[in-house]
């Protein structure tokens, strides 16, 4: 079955570059139809969509975070990384890499998210 | 940001059913399609239902979704004390064209 794994570092200081890998086994990133996405969700909140990066390398943030973050996808390892810049505290929140189905189909959109990473803690702290 | 309304808890005694809603307008569910997840305590989400009805497989019929204008529901049947979770919904925003979750809703299976 298609398996996600999360790595990098938990702890980033305030203003640094937040660095993530996911490693995808169980699929290619590359083999078409779906987008890899990141989601975080803070302690004791919801969940936050920040972007993805499809099959053919093309990528999508979330206007919110838009200035600030980078998908990119290594085919050869079947990995892709998060950056996202100018970490503050408001970013400390458990990140998951996901694989997202996307349609659009009598005029609406379909996205949703499976399988999920186990997520990894990331503190913004100095 | 929350655009979609979810009730922070739920409670029922097993066996019996309990129903979430997920409110929200016209630019997300009115007119994009619901999903829903279920996250275990100290898990990730995990996807229970797909284009506001789909059921993955492996997923128990005991869990349905539906949508009526800009609102959904997650109705679990016959609970089990295994089913209390946090379960939250999610569709696409055309506004902001974002993908947008509900605030969470805590189920407690007394």
């Known amino acids: 079955q298609v398996q996600l794994q999360e790595s990098g570092p938990g702890l980033v200081k305030p203003s640094q570059t937040l660095s993530l890998t996911c490693t995808v086994s169980g699929d290619y990133i590359t083999g078409g139809y779906y987008y890899w996405s990141w989601i975080r969700q803070p302690p004791g909140k919801g969940l936050d969509w920040i972007g993805y990066i499809s099959y053919s390398g093309s990528t999508y943030y979330n206007p919110s975070l838009d200035s600030r973050v980078t998908v990119s996808v290594d085919g050869s390892k079947n990995q892709f990384s998060l950056k996202l810049t100018s970490v503050t505290a408001a970013d400390t929140a458990v990140y998951y890499c996901?694989?997202?189905?996307?349609?659009?189909?009598?005029?609406?959109?379909?996205?949703?998210?499976?399988?999920w990473g186990q997520g990894t803690l990331v503190t913004v702290s100095s | 940001q929350s655009v979609l309304t979810q009730p922070p808890s739920v409670s029922a005694a097993p066996g019996q059913k309990v129903t979430i809603s997920c409110s929200g307008s016209?630019?997300?569910?009115?007119?994009?399609?619901v999903s829903w997840y279920q996250q275990l305590p100290g898990t990730a989400p995990k996807l229970l239902i797909y284009d506001n009805s789909m059921r993955p497989s492996g997923i128990p019929d005991r869990f349905s979704g539906s949508k009526s204008g800009t609102s959904a529901t997650l109705d679990i049947t016959g609970l089990q004390t295994g089913d209390e979770a946090d379960y939250f919904c999610g569709a696409w925003e055309s506004s902001l064209s974002t993908v947008i979750f509900g605030g969470g809703t805590k189920l407690t299976v007394l």
């Open positions: 996901v694989r997202e189905t996307y349609d659009y189909k009598s005029g609406s959109y379909s996205k949703y998210f499976d399988p």
């Open positions: 016209s630019s997300n569910i009115g007119n994009n399609y």
